[in-house]
């Protein structure tokens, strides 16, 4: 196992169309998070799965957002209705955390740029 | 005013040099990571602080939870160091909250 994977790494898309991503984290994590980074600004929180429960999402998901992780592993990120302002690089990082509370260190994917015409 | 401050936005050395980046934060966390990212996007998990100091090769990372403040030190830097060091901390949850990222360039 290599670390965590994305895919596409860049996506270039018209305003209105629907996108999907796709991240692999390492095979043993039980934790999936999703940041978005716009330029010259730190990553910011949206999502996080623990196995396959969705259990906290960011007030920056907006209902055109919707991420999944049906089977605890890999997790999708589909963003409908797609507009300008979507432009950034979608980061997924994974953790293997097996109790609450235990500070984990989260692994990185090299995130999937999306440009929105 | 951001949870998480990073001083300086923009940092140039020459090869060789002490270069200190700091962070401050404003909530009471569990935990704060250093990261590095090179351009393309790719983040590495440098440090996870909780208290004290950690040093790892020309890394050297430290946090006073009593003023709410890190620092991420690069000892004898090189080129190579050049990216962006951005900090990040665990409060409530299981979220990160990150800083808005240092970008460090070093000259030969």
């Known amino acids: 196992d290599t670390g965590v994977s994305q895919d596409p790494r860049h996506k270039i898309t018209k305003r209105g169309q629907n996108v999907t991503f796709r991240c692999d984290p390492i095979s043993e994590h039980n934790r999936l998070y999703w940041y978005r980074q716009t330029l010259g600004q730190g990553p910011e929180f949206l999502t996080y799965f623990q196995n396959e429960a969705q259990l906290e999402k960011s007030r920056l998901l907006s209902d055109r957002f919707s991420a999944e992780r049906p089977k605890g592993s890999f997790s999708t990120l589909e963003i409908q209705r797609t507009e300008q302002g979507d432009s950034a690089m979608y980061l997924c990082?994974?953790?293997?955390?097996?109790?609450?509370?235990?500070?984990?260190?989260?692994?990185f994917g090299p995130g999937t740029r999306l440009l929105v015409l | 005013k951001n949870e998480v401050e990073q001083s300086p936005q923009n940092l140039t050395a020459q090869e060789g040099e002490f270069i200190t980046i700091n962070c401050s934060y404003s909530v009471g966390i569990s935990a704060l990571h250093w990261l590095q990212q090179h351009p393309g996007g790719g983040i590495v998990s440098l440090f996870m602080l909780s208290s004290g100091k950690k040093k790892h090769g020309r890394l050297i990372a430290t946090i006073n939870i009593q003023e709410k403040h890190s620092s991420l030190h690069i000892t004898a830097s090189h080129p190579r160091d050049s990216a962006v060091y951005i900090c990040a901390v665990k409060a409530a949850g299981n979220k990160l909250t990150f800083g808005g990222g240092t970008r460090v360039l070093v000259k030969p």
């Open positions: 990082a994974s953790s293997w955390a097996p109790v609450a509370g235990l500070r984990e260190t989260q692994y």
